[in-house]
């Protein structure tokens, strides 16, 4: 059993009093991933884990080069701001209507933290950040979620980090 949350609240509290594993949500909550390990940590009793264990998310694209990460990536915004504006997760969308959409600075800043966080390059650039995430936390496995609109890009996606990850 692993207990998910997104703050150092009572979800990483109760993980630690009751010694199971901790899920920290780094792509729902980036800025609050770092407190929420360290309350986790902190509030760790052995239970039915010994001593702690981390496990952290995050979304990536790998393509093959930056930019066509990017490209891919692209629509990620989009699909964010539809669930943070209460309209819900529609269908992931396209490159071109992301393209498409007139953004607004409201809009922008809505969804900033998850552009910003979002893992998107070549599998070497991704890899790396991935690292600096995983030593930052400490976290001892990640959990990497890919979401694109065309499911072989996704899973080339995949491919590609499994690659450069166990080449590392």
């Known amino acids: 059993m692993w ?57 990536a694209v790998v393509a093959p080069d930056d930019e066509t990460a990017r ?15 209460g309209q819900g997760a529609p269908p992931f969308p ?3 209507e992301a ?4 953004w607004t600075d409201e809009e922008r800043e809505l969804v900033a933290d998850r ?3 979002q893992f998107v390059g070549a599998p070497e650039t991704v890899a790396e950040k991935l690292r600096i995430l995983r030593d930052a936390t400490g976290a001892d496995e990640l959990l990497v979620t890919t979401i694109t609109h065309d499911h072989a890009d996704r899973v080339r996606s995949y491919e590609l980090l499994a690659k450069e990850w166990g080449a590392a």
């Open 3 to 59: 207990i998910l949350g997104s703050s150092a609240g009572q979800s990483a509290q109760v993980a630690g009093a009751l010694g199971l594993p901790f899920a920290a949500n780094y792509h729902v909550s980036p800025a609050s991933v770092l407190e929420a390990v360290e309350a986790y940590r902190e509030a760790f009793r052995p239970g039915v884990l010994d001593r702690p264990h981390v496990l952290v998310s995050a979304d």
């Open 71 to 85: 490209e891919l990536a692209s629509p990620y915004g989009l699909w964010v701001r539809s669930i943070r504006s």
């Open 94 to 96: 396209s490159p071109a």
């Open 99 to 102: 393209a498409a959409h007139a």
């Open 115 to 117: 552009i910003d966080t």
